[in-house]
């Protein structure tokens, strides 16, 4: 059983730096799954934000963040944390994190097996 708990969602100003965290719970090994942020915004689908793969790490980027976010992984913590910085009111969402296992990293949320409840953040102007 894999269970996925984000947080650190909370309300910040335009500007703001904020950091969320995946913990991931699993009786495997951690460094088995590659882990991806997604967004959703009211009546919006859900976005692909970042995603970091198992092995080696490798990352990738939305456009929309690329250059105000960075995903890295502690596999002490088995946390995947989100830093993002410069937020804008665009970037207001329900933000979720979700793992496959042994899978390449990839921005398509059908490509994920499990995922968390989400945390809110809310970028205020």
């Known amino acids: 059983q894999v269970q996925l708990t984000e947080s650190g969602g909370r309300l910040v100003q335009v500007g703001d730096s904020l950091m969320l965290t995946c913990e991931v719970s699993s009786g495997d090994s951690f460094g088995d799954y590659t882990v991806g942020w997604f967004r959703q915004a009211p009546g919006k689908g859900r976005e692909f934000v970042a995603s970091?793969?198992?092995?080696?790490?490798?990352?990738d980027y939305a456009d929309s963040v690329k250059g105000r976010a960075t995903i890295t992984r502690d596999n002490a913590a088995r946390t995947v944390p989100l830093l993002m910085v410069a937020l804008k009111a665009d970037d207001t969402a329900v933000y979720y994190c979700a793992a496959r296992k042994l899978g390449v990293a990839g921005s398509f949320p059908g490509m994920y097996e499990h995922w968390g409840r989400g945390t809110q953040v809310t970028v205020s102007s």
């Open positions: 970091i793969a198992w092995g080696l790490g490798s990352t």
